[in-house]
């Protein structure tokens, strides 16, 4: 084994965070990102040590603010994060892995399969693509794009009161200000800081909670059929 692809026992909170059978599938895909996700470029040789703290419990913890039996598409998924690491703990959403380059969706199809994730579907494309094509009750985004353009790229993807839950470090707040013309123009009814992972992962994750309104001069967006 080369050093690429050690990677360190999970720590014992990961047994909360990924509780019964989801800590089996977790450890199947951390070992994947540190094999080849590496080898594919998805994922820096460097990361590999930190791949528990900084990633799988990092995105795990979001899965604490995320509604039941909703559906949620990951923008700009990547290697899965966090749209798989949601998945594997949280069965009862429906997950689009939202991914406009082609081998990183062949990357997602492949996990998706390997970890039998049957509420998961890889979709190739952007999200502007996708406007007021499909329409999701949450978004998450991971490191994707500045707040201000995220915004303008999820919201038309949301049902009305639908939460995008972009997840941001320490300038999470300058984000916000320099996003507030375009959280007006999108029609966002509210936005807020929220910390998720208290006691679990150090630092705690910081989410940008933006709540999807009604575009101004736009009728688009639908509310959720119950």
């Given at each position: 084994m080369t050093e690429s692809n050690e990677i360190p026992e999970p720590p014992a909170i990961a047994w909360e965070v990924f509780p019964g059978e989801a800590m089996d599938r977790a450890r199947v895909y951390a070992e994947l990102l540190a094999g080849s996700g590496v080898e594919r470029g998805l994922l820096g040789p460097r990361e590999v040590p930190r791949i528990w703290d900084r990633h799988m419990l990092n995105c795990g913890v979001v899965a604490e603010v995320v509604p039941e039996n909703t559906t949620l598409v990951d923008i700009g998924s990547g290697a899965g994060l966090p749209g798989v690491v949601l998945a594997i703990i949280r069965p009862d959403v429906r997950v689009t892995l939202l991914e406009p380059l082609l081998r990183r969706t062949v990357f997602l199809s492949e996990i998706t399969e390997i970890l039998k994730l049957d509420n998961v579907e890889v979709l190739r494309g952007r999200a502007e693509e996708l406007a007021y094509k499909r329409v999701f009750d949450v978004a998450t985004a991971r490191a994707v794009t500045p707040l201000d353009r995220l915004v303008a790229w999820s919201l038309p993807l949301l049902r009305e009161g639908g939460e995008l839950l972009a997840m941001k470090g320490e300038r999470a707040a300058e984000e916000i200000e320099n996003a507030r013309r375009q959280l007006q123009a999108s029609g966002a009814r509210s936005v807020e800081l929220v910390t998720v992972g208290e006691g679990k992962v150090e630092p705690p994750t910081t989410l940008v909670?933006?709540?999807?309104?009604?575009?101004?001069?736009?009728?688009?967006?639908?509310?959720?059929?119950?």
């Open positions: 909670r933006v709540v999807a309104g009604r575009p101004p001069g736009n009728g688009k967006r639908r509310r959720r059929k119950r």
